[in-house]
């Protein structure tokens, strides 16, 4: 079976908005890693027209190694985009979702050893209403933002977690590893 994990930055106060953080060099390599170890990751329109910024980094690069390296990373992984609007992707390592969230999730989720990446905040929240995500990575920056949308804040369902292991960073920002308790209840 293979496994989907939800990752995702978020404040203190639970916002998710790239432009609340400030990731430094460790955060990049991080998730250079995470996404090198990965084989798809799924996104929804708006987050996925975000990450087209590191394509601009792969024309031009920064001379900043971690960026660099995040930026070669995010083109090499396969990208499946959930979108109503869009009608073609041009980034040659993404397309366009021919089935919805769920029949997606199950079915790359059937491949064995498959590590399934979510890296948005609506496609998190539906995936966890579904109760398909085997593991949530939540990195909490040490920032509170005061407005923005927050990850859980749709959930209206009560959600048990146990927590794996958490990974602290030099910038004070932390990751919390979690599983969804019910599925270690049938272990």
Known sequence: MGKIIAGINMTLDGVCDHTKVTP??????????????????????ITYQLMEFWKTILEK????????????????????????TLRDVDWKS??????????????LAQ????????GSRSL?????????????????????AGEGLKLFEDIRDRKLLKLIKTKAFHSGAIIHYYEPAEKQIGN
């Open 124 to 144: 998190i929240i539906d995936l966890l209403r579904l109760d398909l995500i085997d593991e949530f990575q939540l990195m909490i920056h040490p920032v509170i």
């Open 94 to 107: 993404a397309t366009l979702a021919k089935r919805s969230l769920e029949e997606e999730a199950l079915a």
């Open 61 to 84: 690069p920064t001379g900043n190694q971690s960026m660099d390296e995040f930026a070669v990373a995010m083109d090499r992984i396969p990208k499946i985009v959930f979108s109503r």
């Open 111 to 118: 491949q064995p050893d498959k590590r399934i990446l979510v």
């Open 24 to 45: 430094d060099d460790e955060v990049h390599h991080h998730y250079d890693q995470l996404l090198r170890e990965a084989d798809v990751i799924l996104y929804g329109r």
